[in-house]
T-cell receptor, first 112, second 110 residues
Framework: NAGVTQTPKFQVLKTGQSMTLQCAQDMNHNSMYWYRQDPGMGLRLIYYSASEGTTDKGEVPNGYNVSRLNKREFSLRLESAAPSQTSVYFC???????????FGPGTRLTVT | EDQVTQSPEALRLQEGESSSLNCSYT??????LFWYRQDPGKGPEFLFT???AGEEKEKERLKATLTKKESFLHITAPKPEDSATYLC???????????FGKGTLLTVNP
């Protein structure tokens, strides 16, 4: 039982490049989330998916897109990376919207 | 807008020296208050959920309590392995969005 897994662990991009962060959970959870964590800012919600087939914007969605591929997988895409997107990205899942969330190990992204 | 303020920002204790961390919140209709522990370079680890004022939960040396305006995380006789950042989050009337505080960095010296 791996919980929530994320790939890659580290990534360096140049401004304007694109990439997709992958997330998978094996807890049969319905809801999944993407957060970013920046020094002094705390965790901020980018997008979430209440259930398979649905996605909604969180607090800071600009510059990102998401896909809920199936019940297990939720990906985050940066179409044209900017230095302001340098951050640590966490995926999380929960049994239902509003229940406690379980986090993955994070992806540390640097955009130069 | 939901708001969470954690204090102190950093706390240094000697092993065995008990203390408390504070989480003050402003939320429209509290649906739940969550405590997490985060070790450097790792994702937050779920500790507790509290739902109503007066509720208490315990896990090893940690006890979380909740009032209508704040929550406390009491650490009894801490050990160096309790060193971490402790995060508090609230779930308000929106029903989907956790609002996180900035955390308290706890260091326990042997």
């Amino acid at each position: 039982n791996a919980g929530v897994t994320q790939t890659p662990k580290f990534q360096v991009l140049k401004t304007g490049q694109s990439m997709t962060l992958q997330c998978a959970q094996d807890m049969n959870h319905n809801s999944m989330y993407w957060y970013r964590q920046d020094p002094g800012m705390g965790l901020r919600l980018i997008y979430y998916s209440a259930s398979e087939g649905t996605t909604d914007k969180g607090e800071v969605p600009n510059g990102y897109n998401v896909s809920r591929l199936n019940k297990r997988e939720f990906s985050l895409r940066l179409e044209s990376a900017a230095p302001s997107q340098t951050s640590v990205y966490f995926c999380a899942s929960g049994a239902e919207v509003g229940s406690e969330q379980y986090f993955g190990p994070g992806t540390r992204l640097t955009v130069t | 807008e939901d708001q969470v303020t954690q204090s102190p920002e950093a706390l240094r204790l000697q092993e065995g020296e008990s203390s408390s961390l504070n989480c003050s919140y402003t939320v429209s209709g509290l649906r739940g208050l969550f405590w997490y522990r985060q070790d450097p370079g790792k994702g937050p680890e779920f500790l507790f959920t509290l739902y109503s004022a007066g509720e208490e939960k315990e896990k090893e040396r940690l006890k979380a309590t909740l009032t209508k305006k704040e929550s406390f995380l009491h650490i009894t006789a801490p050990k160096p392995e309790d060193s971490a950042t402790y995060l508090c989050a609230v779930l308000g009337g929106s029903n989907y969005k956790l609002t996180f505080g900035k955390g308290t960095l706890l260091t326990v010296n042997p």
